[in-house]
Structure formats: C-alpha cells, structure tokens
C-alpha cells in the first residue's frame, strides 16, 4: 500500500535516549516526515543501568522502568504527531524497540524493556514490540536485526557495500556484489569512549573525537585491548555491556596512563575492530556508510578512512538518512514488516534456524 506510516523507536546501548522518526514508506522507499531525539534524565539513565546487572528487587524496578520508558515514548510519539499534523489513525503502528538491560543469547534469554501495551493504550496507535525474542527461540543470537534494513536501504547492484552503525556498541552489514548479506556486532562503539569521558572530561562524550585526536593510542594497552577472544570468535556473534563495560576496561589497564592517551586508544579499538570486520569478510568493500552517533565523530570516521583506503568512508546522509536515525527508521521497517507477515531476519547474520516473522503486536 502506497504511503503507509510508521513510527520507528529506538534506545540503544549508549543509554542516552530515545530516538523517533516517522516515517512514510512507498514501495521499498523510505521518507522520514519528522525526527526527535529525547534525552534520558540522569535518574532513568542511572536506573537503565542498575538493571544491566544483578541487583535487589529487580522485577519491580523493571516493571516500574519499563512503564516511565512508555510514557517517555508516548509522549515523543506525540511530538511528532504534532509535529506533522497527523492523527494516530494516520499511522499504521510503532515500532518499539525498547531498552536492552540484558542480552545473553549463550544463556537463552534477551530483555528489552518498554511496556509495550501501556504505549499502545496511551498513543491509541498499534505497536509492534519485542523483536528479538522470536530469533532467539530460534537458534539465532537476536541480534543484530538492522542488517536486513540495511540491505533494503543501502544496497547497491555492482558495489560491494559495508553499512557500519556506531552506537554503544558497533554493529557492521556487509553487502557483496554477489551474494547475501552478513551482519554481526563488531566490537565496542562509543561505550567505552564515553564512559572514559564522563570519568574524565565531566561530559556525556568526547565531541567530535577531538580529545582523543590530541593524544597518540598506547600501543601495549591496544595489544591487550585487542587480544580479547571477542573479536577473533566466528560470526554470527553479538554482545553487549556486559562485556564491554568498566569493569573490561579497568582489567586492561596498567595504572598510571595518560587520561587522554586512553580515549585515544579507545577511539582506536573501535575504528580497528570495525576495519578488521570489514577487511576480514568484505576484502572488496568500495563503500563504508557510517551511521548512529559515532558518524559524529569526524576523528574516527578519519582512521576508518585510513584504515580502509579502498573504500570510501561516509555518512548515511550521503543516502538521505540521518546518521542519528537509522536504527529507529529500522525499526518502523520491521514494524512494517510484521504486519506484512514477512520475515525479518537474516539466519546468516543471527545463526537462527531459518526465516522468522519478528515482534509481538499490540493493537491500538
């Protein structure tokens, strides 16, 4: 059907916020009619957090978490419905994504929180929620899912593509000339290189890498960084903060480093384990698109180029999606793809046993 619209929602693993897009698909065309960004405050973000990690009388503060992170997205959803003059009758269904507070697909289970029939009641708007348990029952990691959006949006017939998403943690798509495409979290995004500047800088983030930029990487702490068995294992791979979090990046510490030498050689980290996914499975890769906040770090974005010299490295925008957005318009997609009764995933990228229809529906 010609001009359906969806609202795609997004909370990734920085912790930051929500992102929200509504969009307007035509055919295999994607327009984004309005986008909103809305910040967590410091006592939901620091309560997002605690759940990442066993603590006391966790099921309540996730029910009571998951019911402020609805009204969070209610509210933004009604932003943007005001924003472009729309009644909810003029959207076909959100998709929510939902905060991760665990993802351990070696132990079976992945939790994303956001109580989806409390956004359904509040918007009067369907919502398709829940999009990673299906592939899990399956065999599958849950993850990545924004492969088969990126193969939608981003392929090219004759150029072997790589889509690399920087968020918390960095997840990379790689489309060949010929063949289907793979997709699996690379490594570190801007986990590590934010909390480094919120111990050290007093700020959600090092801007545009430019503390980093003025320091040299250590050598031996990026040999130590880089020797974690993550980034040698076999995709289809996933993984978290509850790998890459403080604690991981303290084990590797000496003591006595330069505070500015260590955002360096973490910047470093991300760009080399997101270069070595690339060289490694896509040798022939002509195109780097950089999405989700990293894309804001020109420092980075400069040592992909550099460490990829075939390719040439730019930003989403360059394909008339802000880099900020992506995964929410993705989002709205797998919503769209849900009601459709198409399936979503990718079994090469998440190990599933075969093709699933993803989310659970929540009709307004």
Known sequence: MKGERYVGLMSGTSLDGIDAVLVEF???????LAARHRPYDP?????????????????????????????????????LLAATGLAPAGVRAIGCHGQTVRHRPE???TVQIANAALLAELTQIAVVADFRSRDLAAGGEGAPLVPAFHRAVFAQEGEARAVLNVGGIANVTLLPQQG??????????????????????????????????????????????LAEPYFARR????????????????????GGEDPQAVQASL?????????????????????????????????????????????KVE????????????????????????????PANLPQVTGARGLRVLGALYSA
């Open 315 to 342: 930003t989403s925008a360059a394909h008339g999606l802000d880099p900020q957005y992506v995964e929410a318009c993705a989002f709205a997609w797998l919503a769209r793809e849900r009601l459709a009764g198409r």
């Open 107 to 109: 132990r079976g289970y």
């Open 180 to 225: 289907d495409a793979l997709g699996f979290d690379c490594g570190p995004g801007n986990v590590l290189m934010d909390l480094w500047a919120a111990r050290h800088l007093g700020a959600p983030f090092d801007a545009g890498g430019a503390w980093a930029a003025g320091a040299a990487p250590l050598p031996e702490l990026l040999e130590r960084m």
């Open 267 to 311: 910047l470093e980290l991300t760009a080399r384990a997101a270069a070595t996914a690339v060289s490694r499975h896509l040798p022939d890769a002509q195109r780097l698109i950089v999405c989700g906040g990293g894309a804001k770090n020109a420092t980075l974005l400069a040592r992909l180029a550099a460490l990829l010299p075939a390719a």
């Open 26 to 32: 035509d055919a295999d065309r994607i327009g984004v």
């Open 235 to 254: 995709p289809p791979k996933s993984t978290g903060r509850e790998l890459f979090d403080a604690a991981w990046l303290e084990r590797h510490l000496a």
């Open 43 to 79: 006592e939901l973000r620091a309560q997002l957090a605690a759940l990442g990690t066993p603590g006391a009388d966790e099921i309540e503060r996730a029910a009571l978490a998951a019911n402020r992170l609805a009204r969070e997205c209610a509210a933004l959803v009604g932003v």
